[in-house]
Nanobody, 124 residues
């Protein structure tokens, strides 16, 4: 079992930045691929970014447009999502998720463990 706890969400003006953090409880965290997803009110949960367990492969949703960066710190069991040039349409609850395979998956169904989410609100 892996417990994930997100932090770093908040209210920011359009064009601003936020850095989301995800703390994992398990020492074998370094073997997990990690993903970030988001869910806006009335919409399905959607893929944002993912990173391989080793950190050498990343994938991003098209809408990130080079504005978001995912990273992984296997020493401290942390995953981060740096979000720059935020837009009002980025407003959502952001979730981190863990997958114990070598895939860098974009599907919600692939991930086994989920955090509780952190709210990101971007004002115009």
């Amino acid at each position: 079992q892996v417990q994930l706890v997100e932090s770093g969400g908040g209210l920011v003006q359009a064009g601003g930045s936020l850095r989301l953090s995800c703390a994992a409880s398990r020492r074998t965290f370094k073997r997990y691929a990690m993903g970030w997803f988001r869910q806006a009110p009335g919409k399905e949960r959607e893929f944002v970014a993912a990173i391989r367990w080793s950190g050498d492969i990343t994938r991003y949703a098209n809408f990130t447009e080079g504005r978001f960066t995912i990273s992984k710190d296997n020493i401290n069991n942390m995953t981060y999502l740096q979000m720059d040039k935020l837009k009002p349409e980025d407003t959502a609850v952001y979730y981190c998720a863990a997958d114990d395979t070598s895939l860098v998956a974009t599907s919600v169904k692939q991930y086994d463990y989920w955090g509780q989410g952190t709210q990101v609100t971007v004002s115009s």
